[in-house]
């Protein structure tokens, strides 16, 4: 029992991250899981791995409607916690897209259900049998929900997919402009509606709502770095390209960016230390797939 869990547990991380965007919460969720899974008659279990994704499926959709109501209060805006991640999770686009900061906000506006459904279906290509088992509805709704998750979705994701070459080199002329307090430069990276959201969870200061458009989120990010000094490191997060920020000599936050037609349409940035713990070493992701 104990090998198996060993086993499937990068890919039971995963679906729990996937689904909660804590990473906290998912190691909480897999530590039930091994509860429920070392009560289990294995003799009865057919496939293992199903069964443990079944697991922590149902773990992960009871803490997801406990924290909902808890981030009901957060203060400011909540962002996902960010993830400091191996090259090989870059190479996997599939897994890359589905664990990127950007989707992951997109995920929060589901119903815990179609969440769950989504993450399932899309990411790691569950059964609708299987899915149905873990949520308790039939292989007919689960196809249901699914459709109109993925409707949901994909009206709301970017359309076009953005490489990691194309990132990085986004952020390195964001970099370039911050550092140099260019604002000409810095409006040149920015989409005209370019969204700009802070999480310090009211314990760093941060926005207290979203900063919308160029000029605006331009001006309030050097002024930011004009009144403390500011030091720029490239870092891989969530499978994608990010910046680690630093305030005099210390540690300062994670700054993540979604693109649209090589402009910035999305800055996230993670302030929160709760949220920052999983930024020193790597954490292995994984869709499990054959």
């Given at each position: 029992m104990t090998d198996a869990f060993v086993t499937h547990r990068n890919l039971l991380f995963t679906v729990a991250y996937e689904m909660l965007g804590s990473a906290a919460d998912a190691e909480d969720v897999l530590q039930e899981t091994w509860l429920r899974w070392s009560e289990v008659d294995t003799g009865s279990v057919r496939d293992e791995r199903a069964y443990l994704v079944r697991?922590?499926?149902?773990?992960?959709?009871?803490?997801?409607?406990?924290?909902?109501?808890?981030?009901?209060?957060?203060v400011g805006p909540w962002l996902p916690e960010p993830l400091l991640t191996a090259p090989d999770v870059a190479e996997d686009v599939e897994?890359?897209?589905?664990?990127?900061?950007?989707?992951?906000?997109?995920?929060?506006?589901?119903?815990?259900?179609?969440?769950?459904?989504?993450v399932l279906r899309e990411a790691f290509d569950v059964s609708y049998e299987e899915i149905a088992a873990a949520v308790d509805k039939t292989p007919s709704a689960v196809r249901q929900i699914a459709h109109r998750a993925r409707k949901h979705v994909d009206a709301r994701r970017p359309r076009v997919a953005v490489t990691p070459d194309e990132t990085r080199a986004a952020l390195d002329s964001f970099r370039r402009a911050l550092e140099t307090g260019d604002l000409n430069g810095l409006l040149r990276t920015l989409a005209p509606d370019v969204v700009l959201l802070a999480d310090g969870g009211g314990v760093k200061q941060a926005v207290q709502r979203p900063i919308v458009g160029a000029s605006k989120v331009a001006r309030l990010?050097?002024?930011?770095?004009?009144?403390?000094?500011?030091?720029?490191?490239?870092?891989?997060?969530?499978?994608?390209?990010?910046?680690?920020?630093?305030?005099?000599?210390?540690?300062?936050?994670?700054?993540?960016?979604?693109?649209?037609?090589?402009?910035?349409?999305?800055?996230?940035?993670?302030?929160?230390?709760?949220?920052?713990?999983?930024?020193?070493?790597?954490?292995?992701?994984?869709?499990?797939?054959p």
């Open positions: 697991i922590t499926t149902r773990q992960a959709l009871n803490r997801l409607r406990t924290v909902r109501r808890r981030r009901e209060t957060y897994l890359a897209e589905s664990v990127s900061i950007a989707l992951m906000l997109v995920l929060e506006t589901l119903s815990p259900t179609e969440r769950a459904v989504f990010l050097l002024a930011g770095a004009s009144r403390v000094p500011v030091s720029v490191d490239h870092a891989s997060v969530n499978g994608s390209p990010a910046l680690a920020l630093h305030t005099h000599g210390e540690f300062d936050g994670i700054l993540a960016i979604r693109l649209e037609a090589g402009r910035i349409a999305g800055i996230y940035y993670v302030r929160n230390p709760e949220k920052l713990s999983h930024v020193d070493t790597e954490t292995a992701l994984t869709r499990g797939l």
